[in-house]
C-alpha cells in the first residue's frame, strides 16, 4: 500500500519557538493532504486541507498565522506551528489521498512544548 | 451534514472471540464510503477496511469485516477470532463532499489473554 512519512516522529522544543513538519508520501503523489490535531484520549481534529500549489484551506477556529501550511510539492507538505506554547503540545497527524476516498496516514508527531 | 456516532467508549474482550464495533452514521447523501481505522498506542493510523453505499455484499479484509446494514445506517466492524495484538482504537468514519473523513468517537479496544 502507500506509504507515507512523517518527520519528525517526536519533537521537544521551547515555548516561542516554532517548528515544522514534515509529511511526505513516498510512493505516490498527493495532490491533497490533509493536517490533523488529536488530544489523549480523542479523535482525529481536522486543523486544513492542503493542497499542492494552492493555500491551504483551514478548519473554523485553527489559527493561520499560527499554524503554517506549505504544500511545495506533490510529495510534501510542511506544517510549522509558529510561536509555539504549551497548549500546542498534541499528536499532529497528516494525511496524504491518492484516490477518490484512499487517504493514507502518517506514522504521528507527538509536540511537546515546555 | 455528516455524522458517526460510537457508543461503545471501551470494551474488554477475551482472546480469541469475536467482537463487534458499533458505528452510525448520519447522512442525506446517496452516495458515501465508509471507514475503519485501528490506532494502536504508538498512534499511526491504519486503514482496515472501506465499504461504498452502492456496494452489495459487505467488505471483508481478512479477519475485518464490515456487517453494512444500509436501513439502519449501521457500519459495525466484526474482527474474527480477536489478538491480542487487536488491542487498540478503532475509529469508524466516513467523507464529506471534499473528501474530508468525519469520524466517530472511537472504541477502545483491550483483548484479554
Known amino acids: 500500500g502507500a506509504v507515507v512519512s512523517q518527520h519528525p516522529s517526536w519533537v521537544i522544543c521551547k515555548s516561542g519557538t516554532s517548528v515544522k513538519i514534515e509529511c511526505r508520501s513516498l510512493?505516490?503523489?498527493?495532490?491533497?493532504m490533509f493536517w490533523y490535531r488529536q488530544f489523549p484520549k480523542q479523535s482525529l481534529m481536522l486543523m486544513a486541507t492542503?493542497?499542492?500549489?494552492?493555500?491551504?484551506?483551514?478548519e473554523q477556529g485553527v489559527e493561520k498565522d499560527k499554524f503554517l501550511i506549505n504544500h511545495a510539492s506533490l510529495t510534501l507538505s510542511t506544517l510549522t506551528v509558529t510561536s509555539a506554547h504549551p497548549e500546542d503540545s498534541s499528536f499532529y497527524i497528516c494525511s496524504a489521498k491518492q484516490a477518490a476516498y484512499e487517504q493514507y496516514f502518517g506514522p504521528g508527531t507527538r509536540l511537546t512544548v515546555t | 451534514a455528516q455524522k458517526i456516532t460510537q457508543t461503545q467508549p471501551g470494551m474488554f474482550v477475551q482472546e480469541k472471540e469475536a467482537v463487534t464495533l458499533d458505528c452510525t452514521y448520519d447522512t442525506s447523501d446517496q452516495s458515501y464510503g465508509l471507514f475503519w481505522y485501528k490506532q494502536p498506542s504508538s498512534g499511526e493510523m491504519i486503514f482496515l477496511i472501506y465499504q461504498g453505499s452502492y456496494d452489495e455484499q459487505n467488505a471483508t479484509e481478512g479477519r475485518y469485516s464490515l456487517n453494512f446494514q444500509k436501513a439502519r445506517k449501521s457500519a459495525n466492524l466484526v474482527i474474527s477470532a480477536s489478538q491480542l495484538g487487536d488491542s487498540a482504537m478503532y475509529f469508524c468514519a466516513t467523507w464529506d463532499s471534499n473528501y474530508q473523513l468525519i469520524w466517530g468517537a472511537g472504541t477502545k479496544l483491550i483483548i484479554k489473554p
Open positions: 492542503s493542497n499542492e500549489g494552492s493555500k491551504a484551506t483551514y
Open positions: 510512493d505516490f503523489q498527493a495532490t491533497t
